[in-house]
């Protein structure tokens, strides 16, 4: 076990090495590169250009530039905003909580209700309510998220006044009721995705296993079936959903960016177009690489967690 | 004496896959909505007496049906269906080359790390799992950032974020088959290395690397859709699907309409080129069905 954690560490921080110098390289990309900010203003001669370039270091070779830039990375300093000069990493995490809320109650919802249809489904094979699941859940996946807001907008908010149309919360309110009558739209337009991803996952496991010749004997042991199917067959179909999570979550971050952008929702999402908005290119880097390490960590932890459920996957 | 003749004719795979496919009746659907897609926005706009970028300002916000306007006119009266279908023609040429750019860079990544492995093949889908770890839409807005807007950055940016699945699909396919007899076989009769991976392996790996372009297509519109929708895809005063929902939020009150035309012919489009990446997942290989 430690020696499969040791690996899947240690090809962790490979790809962390790998990502970051994807994310240097943007950096450099960027229009005037990481000098952008000054090259903008106009008081600014070649000369002091060159001056700050060489304050900063940009003179040096670019692999001694990457090493740097990635060690004060791991340090926690990553850079300023070019808007009010705050620091990157501070920017972030003062939006994370609200990502987080909508993140955390989207997964809820859809594992919930994703696992109940994909069960379900899966038990009932080819029946009515499997066909109408397969066909929602592929619908659900091709509807535009940020669309799908537009018109959950327009049908709770304008139409029938019932939710509000943005924000987490009322000014002046803030109250825990309040809160979650912000929450409820977006939530659910970002559950309705996930919960068909999950579905979709957990009816094809559910599918396998039920297959099994352990659920067979089980069966010819004249085992009830409610009992073969909480004991036998959910357990193991569960643990796949581990991976799935794991999978999952780029989708998601990327779902709670588009529903944040509609919802206005103030969160890693909402700044990070906002920054965009206002070439703050510290801060788009930053929210990019925190994103990514984001998933790197997410997927990190679900392949260890399966390693622990099930033993299975330790030798291999 | 007459002999029954037996018939030694025996199904090709060709015609098993297409019962397969036929029986799939979700995938012929969306394969019709797609032809009729294509049809009418290659052939649409010539029928129209009306100009995608014609403003007309007496006739702002018309709503659909009333007068000669289908589905009505937008907030400078030019009317939806013209740039609907000028927008839906724009889409999907996007989401088409996205995807055989993406397929063309996939295939040739994947084709020499399934085929060289070892240090090389470790190289390069290290570098497929990097890229993989930026959640698609932030990478592509990040680089949306970086460029100027319009119709070559928009496809060029999509098929950058697009590649590394097609990548991931044809290197597990090519490790496995460049064992195979006929992959040995090619090499005993001196073929070259660059020959058994692009006219041997790769063609033998079609079956999924076609299902995987249709899914990327799908996915290809849903992301320009999303792109134009915040402003850094195609620009105005051209029309594509998502940028026609750029101000529809404003309008959402007032003239509902505007948001409701796009947005339903992006999810018929996707959702029928996800129906038919299904169907074709079934049909081509029904051992790869998972669902």
Redesign the interface.
């Not at chain 2, 060029?156 to 195979?180: G, K």
């Not at chain 2, 063609?203 to 320009?224: G, Q, S, W, Y």
């Not at chain 2, 947005?263 to 996707?270: E, F, H, K, M, R």
């Given at each position: 076990m430690a020696r499969y954690v040791l690996n899947r560490l240690a090809q962790a921080v490979?790809?962390l090495v790998?990502?970051s110098a994807?994310g240097f390289a943007?950096l450099h990309?960027?229009?005037g590169g990481p000098l952008s900010q000054f090259a903008a203003s106009a008081q600014m001669t070649q000369e002091d250009l060159d001056r700050v370039s060489k304050q900063l270091g940009l003179d040096r070779p670019l692999p001694i530039q990457y090493l740097d830039w990635f060690l004060r990375m791991l340090r926690g300093d990553w850079g300023k905003s070019y808007r009010d000069g705050e620091a990157v990493l501070s920017v972030i995490s003062s939006h994370l909580g609200a990502t987080l809320e909508l993140m955390v109650t989207a997964t809820i919802v859809a594992v919930l209700l994703g696992c109940w249809i994909g069960i379900l489904g899966a038990l009932r094979r080819y029946s009515l309510f499997d066909s109408l699941a397969?066909?929602g859940a592929?619908?659900a996946?091709?509807?535009?998220?940020?669309?799908f807001g537009?018109?959950t907008?327009?049908v709770f908010s304008?139409t029938l006044g019932w939710l509000p149309a943005g924000n987490r919360e009322t000014v002046g309110d803030g109250s825990f009721l309040d809160l979650l009558h912000h929450l409820i739209a977006p939530a659910l337009v970002l559950g309705l995705v996930e919960t068909a991803m999950w579905g979709?996952f957990m009816?094809?496991s559910m599918l396998e296993v039920i297959n099994q010749d352990y659920i067979r004997t089980a069966r010819a042991k004249g085992m009830p079936e409610w009992r073969i199917l909480t004991v036998h067959a959910l357990r193991n179909a569960l643990l796949p959903m581990i991976t799935v999570a794991g999978l999952q979550f780029?989708?998601l971050?990327?779902g709670a960016?588009?529903a944040e952008?509609?919802f206005t929702w103030p969160g890693m999402g909402r700044l990070?177009?906002d920054s965009?908005g206002y070439?703050d290119?510290p801060v788009?880097?930053g929210?990019?690489m925190f994103?990514?390490?984001m998933?790197?960590i997410g997927s990190l932890i679900a392949d260890i967690l399966y390693a622990v459920v099930d033993p299975r996957i330790r030798v291999g | 004496m007459a002999t029954a003749v037996l018939s030694t004719a025996h199904p090709t795979p060709g015609q098993g896959a297409w019962r397969r496919f036929r029986r799939h009746r979700l995938a012929l659907a969306g394969g019709v909505t797609i032809l009729v897609l294509v049809l009418g926005s290659a052939f649409g706009p010539y029928l129209l007496p009306f100009d995608d970028t014609y403003i007309d300002i007496l006739k702002r916000f018309a709503p659909p049906l009333s007068g000669a306007h289908i589905l009505g006119t937008d907030e400078l009266g030019r009317d939806v269906l013209a740039r609907l279908m000028m927008g839906a023609r724009v889409s999907l040429s996007i989401g088409f080359v996205a995807m055989v750019i993406a397929m063309v860079v996939g295939i040739v990544v994947g084709a020499f790390a399934g085929f060289y492995g070892g240090v090389v093949g470790a190289v390069l889908m290290r570098l497929v799992d990097a890229v993989l770890c930026f959640p698609t839409i932030f990478l592509l807005l990040a680089l949306a950032a970086l460029t100027e807007p319009g119709f070559v950055t928009t496809t060029a940016l999509i098929a950058a974020t697009a590649w590394m699945w097609v990548a991931r699909v044809v290197e597990a396919q090519v490790r496995s088959l460049r064992e195979r007899e006929f992959a040995v076989a090619a090499l005993a009769f001196g073929s070259s290395n660059l020959r058994i991976m692009f006219r041997e392996l790769v063609p033998n790996a079609m079956a999924p690397i076609l299902v995987a372009a249709t899914l990327n297509v799908a996915k290809a519109i849903l992301l320009e859709s999303y792109l134009s929708y915040l402003g850094y895809g195609i620009q105005p005063p051209a029309a594509s699907l998502g940028n026609m929902l750029n101000n529809a939020q404003i309008y959402l009150t007032s003239a509902p309409w505007l948001a409701i035309a796009p947005g339903v012919v992006i999810t018929l489009a996707v959702t029928s080129f996800n129906f038919l990446g299904d169907g074709l997942r079934d049909a081509l290989d029904p051992r790869m069905n998972i669902s």
């Amino acid at each position: 076990m430690a020696r499969y954690v040791l690996n899947r560490l240690a090809q962790a921080v490979m790809l962390l090495v790998i990502v970051s110098a994807i994310g240097f390289a943007l950096l450099h990309l960027a229009p005037g590169g990481p000098l952008s900010q000054f090259a903008a203003s106009a008081q600014m001669t070649q000369e002091d250009l060159d001056r700050v370039s060489k304050q900063l270091g940009l003179d040096r070779p670019l692999p001694i530039q990457y090493l740097d830039w990635f060690l004060r990375m791991l340090r926690g300093d990553w850079g300023k905003s070019y808007r009010d000069g705050e620091a990157v990493l501070s920017v972030i995490s003062s939006h994370l909580g609200a990502t987080l809320e909508l993140m955390v109650t989207a997964t809820i919802v859809a594992v919930l209700l994703g696992c109940w249809i994909g069960i379900l489904g899966a038990l009932r094979r080819y029946s009515l309510f499997d066909s109408l699941a397969t066909v929602g859940a592929m619908i659900a996946l091709s509807i535009p998220t940020f669309w799908f807001g537009l018109v959950t907008i327009y049908v709770f908010s304008v139409t029938l006044g019932w939710l509000p149309a943005g924000n987490r919360e009322t000014v002046g309110d803030g109250s825990f009721l309040d809160l979650l009558h912000h929450l409820i739209a977006p939530a659910l337009v970002l559950g309705l995705v996930e919960t068909a991803m999950w579905g979709r996952f957990m009816r094809s496991s559910m599918l396998e296993v039920i297959n099994q010749d352990y659920i067979r004997t089980a069966r010819a042991k004249g085992m009830p079936e409610w009992r073969i199917l909480t004991v036998h067959a959910l357990r193991n179909a569960l643990l796949p959903m581990i991976t799935v999570a794991g999978l999952q979550f780029p989708t998601l971050l990327g779902g709670a960016l588009v529903a944040e952008t509609v919802f206005t929702w103030p969160g890693m999402g909402r700044l990070f177009l906002d920054s965009i908005g206002y070439r703050d290119y510290p801060v788009v880097m930053g929210i990019l690489m925190f994103s990514a390490i984001m998933v790197l960590i997410g997927s990190l932890i679900a392949d260890i967690l399966y390693a622990v459920v099930d033993p299975r996957i330790r030798v291999g | 004496m007459a002999t029954a003749v037996l018939s030694t004719a025996h199904p090709t795979p060709g015609q098993g896959a297409w019962r397969r496919f036929r029986r799939h009746r979700l995938a012929l659907a969306g394969g019709v909505t797609i032809l009729v897609l294509v049809l009418g926005s290659a052939f649409g706009p010539y029928l129209l007496p009306f100009d995608d970028t014609y403003i007309d300002i007496l006739k702002r916000f018309a709503p659909p049906l009333s007068g000669a306007h289908i589905l009505g006119t937008d907030e400078l009266g030019r009317d939806v269906l013209a740039r609907l279908m000028m927008g839906a023609r724009v889409s999907l040429s996007i989401g088409f080359v996205a995807m055989v750019i993406a397929m063309v860079v996939g295939i040739v990544v994947g084709a020499f790390a399934g085929f060289y492995g070892g240090v090389v093949g470790a190289v390069l889908m290290r570098l497929v799992d990097a890229v993989l770890c930026f959640p698609t839409i932030f990478l592509l807005l990040a680089l949306a950032a970086l460029t100027e807007p319009g119709f070559v950055t928009t496809t060029a940016l999509i098929a950058a974020t697009a590649w590394m699945w097609v990548a991931r699909v044809v290197e597990a396919q090519v490790r496995s088959l460049r064992e195979r007899e006929f992959a040995v076989a090619a090499l005993a009769f001196g073929s070259s290395n660059l020959r058994i991976m692009f006219r041997e392996l790769v063609p033998n790996a079609m079956a999924p690397i076609l299902v995987a372009a249709t899914l990327n297509v799908a996915k290809a519109i849903l992301l320009e859709s999303y792109l134009s929708y915040l402003g850094y895809g195609i620009q105005p005063p051209a029309a594509s699907l998502g940028n026609m929902l750029n101000n529809a939020q404003i309008y959402l009150t007032s003239a509902p309409w505007l948001a409701i035309a796009p947005g339903v012919v992006i999810t018929l489009a996707v959702t029928s080129f996800n129906f038919l990446g299904d169907g074709l997942r079934d049909a081509l290989d029904p051992r790869m069905n998972i669902s």
